[in-house]
């Protein structure tokens, strides 16, 4: 056996016994990347049993879904092309100046790198902008969920007065005057009259079809087996246990689908947001933000809801000691609006070597952009 030591998983197992069905370790200091490989190399269902605490909303991870969109299909097809000229049109905005690609760009995975977006006459947002791969299967959209589906989230950014800034009840009547428009809306309508509920079904039919690449682990799940390096089969091993990533971060896109508090609500100082609470007004959700998903996490920084860690190493000394925990002055003893990080944040107590091993673990979860243009928008 090649006894090359990895020792994220010496301090990890020490000299405990790890075993599963007919699996089992029991290595006295040692435990061989060959034993992992061996274990992993078998299908989900058998993998180690994660560790996972009380609360957590779990499904295996698993490989990258198609996008629900039948592209072979032809009316389908049309009004996802029609989505697809309006996205990258700016005369969908006020100005005529921004698009929906001005903070979806897809050479950028279908972010925009910032930490904010900026919008209207350079106005910020105060949030980042979240990547659109995959969208199509996030049930509550926007970092706060307040969003139900595709067609309703598209709406929001082009009448924000920080955003696209357009008056929404004009905005039928405005593409009517391009004359260009109309044969598209009659191909994927059958009609050329314009509405809102046509722009925004179309823009969401075509934001269904953004599904990111296939990814090393996607090889590595099926049957490539190394398509994972020895370092990132360690951090695959830590995510699931150790480093607990798993509680959060499950399932083929890498969420749970949940709202979280991860301790950077900042309340009552700069850079205060109360997330879903704002939604909901339940002062449970206060500072709760919807997970995100880490298919393309290392490709798409900076990151968190504010967008205030651009360096994964800051993001995973933050976890590693629990995030930050809300300090309590006196005056806020019976603030029933103090907010209250997770209970699935604990300190975690990962060495370097660990750390490295879990960042090398998101590498894996990389893909090629798309690279996705419009020749030229209706005249």
């Given at each position: 056996?090649?006894?090359?030591?990895?020792?994220?998983?010496?301090?990890?197992?020490?000299?405990?016994?790890?075993?599963?069905?007919?699996?089992?370790?029991?290595?006295?200091?040692?435990?061989?990347?060959?034993?992992?490989?061996?274990?992993?190399?078998?299908?989900?269902?058998?993998?180690?049993?994660?560790?996972?605490?009380?609360?957590?909303?779990?499904?295996?991870?698993?490989?990258?879904?198609?996008?629900?969109?039948?592209?072979?299909?032809?009316?389908?097809?049309?009004?996802?092309?029609?989505?697809?000229?309006?996205?990258?049109?700016?005369?969908?905005?006020?100005?005529?100046?921004?698009?929906?690609?001005?903070?979806?760009?897809?050479?950028?995975?279908?972010?925009?790198?910032?930490?904010?977006?900026?919008?209207?006459?350079?106005?910020?947002?105060?949030?980042?902008?979240?990547?659109?791969?995959?969208?199509?299967?996030?049930?509550?959209?926007?970092?706060?969920?307040?969003?139900?589906?595709?067609?309703?989230?598209?709406?929001?950014?082009?009448?924000?007065?920080?955003?696209?800034?357009?008056?929404?009840?004009?905005?039928?009547?405005?593409?009517?005057?391009?004359?260009?428009?109309?044969?598209?809306?009659?191909?994927?309508?059958?009609?050329?009259?314009?509405?809102?509920?046509?722009?925004?079904?179309?823009?969401?039919?075509?934001?269904r079809t953004i599904v990111s690449r296939k990814t090393p682990f996607d090889k590595f799940l099926a049957k490539e087996k190394e398509a994972?390096?020895?370092?990132?089969?360690?951090?695959?091993?830590?995510?699931?246990?150790?480093?607990?990533?798993?509680?959060?971060?499950?399932?083929?896109?890498?969420?749970?689908?949940?709202?979280?508090?991860?301790?950077?609500?900042?309340?009552?100082?700069?850079?205060?947001?109360?997330?879903?609470?704002?939604?909901?007004?339940?002062?449970?959700?206060?500072?709760?933000?919807?997970?995100?998903?880490?298919?393309?996490?290392?490709?798409?920084?900076?990151?968190?809801?504010?967008?205030?860690?651009?360096?994964?190493?800051?993001?995973?000394?933050?976890?590693?000691?629990?995030?930050?925990?809300?300090?309590?002055?006196?005056?806020?003893?019976?603030?029933?609006?103090?907010?209250?990080?997770?209970?699935?944040?604990?300190?975690?107590?990962?060495?370097?070597?660990?750390?490295?091993?879990?960042?090398?673990?998101?590498?894996?979860?990389?893909?090629?952009?798309?690279?996705?243009?419009?020749?030229?928008?209706?005249?």
């Open positions: 056996m090649n006894k090359i030591i990895v020792s994220a998983i010496l301090l990890l197992f020490g000299a405990t016994i790890f075993s599963f069905q007919s699996v089992s370790f029991n290595s006295g200091n040692e435990l061989s990347i060959d034993s992992l490989r061996k274990v992993y190399s078998k299908s989900t269902s058998q993998w180690p049993k994660p560790t996972l605490d009380e609360g957590a909303v779990f499904q295996e991870l698993g490989e990258l879904p198609s996008s629900p969109v039948n592209l072979k299909n032809d009316s389908v097809s049309k009004v996802a092309e029609l989505g697809k000229i309006l996205f990258f049109d700016p005369r969908l905005s006020g100005s005529n100046q921004i698009s929906c690609s001005s903070c979806h760009a897809p050479d950028l995975h279908w972010a925009d790198g910032r930490q904010v977006s900026i919008g209207h006459d350079h106005l910020t947002n105060i949030r980042n902008s979240p990547s659109l791969e995959n969208v199509w299967s996030v049930k509550k959209l926007f970092w706060d969920g307040r969003a139900n589906s595709l067609e309703e989230q598209a709406e929001n950014p082009v009448e924000a007065h920080n955003e696209m800034r357009q008056d929404i009840k004009a905005l039928p009547k405005k593409l009517g005057k391009i004359k260009g428009y109309q044969p598209f809306f009659m191909d994927a309508f059958g009609t050329k009259k314009i509405t809102n509920e046509k722009i925004f079904s179309a823009l969401a039919t075509f934001q994972l390096t020895d370092q990132q089969l360690v951090g695959l091993h830590l995510f699931r246990t150790k480093a607990r990533c798993i509680n959060c971060h499950n399932g083929p896109f890498f969420t749970d689908g949940e709202f979280h508090n991860n301790g950077l609500t900042y309340y009552q100082r700069k850079y205060e947001d109360l997330g879903r609470y704002k939604v909901t007004k339940k002062p449970k959700d206060v500072g709760r933000f919807r997970t995100p998903g880490l298919r393309n996490v290392m490709k798409t920084a900076p990151w968190f809801h504010n967008g205030l860690f651009p360096d994964i190493n800051g993001v995973m000394n933050m976890y590693n000691v629990g995030m930050p925990v809300q300090r309590v002055k006196p005056e806020q003893v019976n603030d029933p609006l103090l907010p209250k990080n997770d209970k699935l944040l604990k300190n975690l107590s990962l060495t370097n070597a660990e750390k490295e091993a879990v960042i090398a673990f998101l590498h894996s979860l990389s893909s090629p952009t798309v690279r996705i243009r419009v020749e030229q928008l209706p005249q």
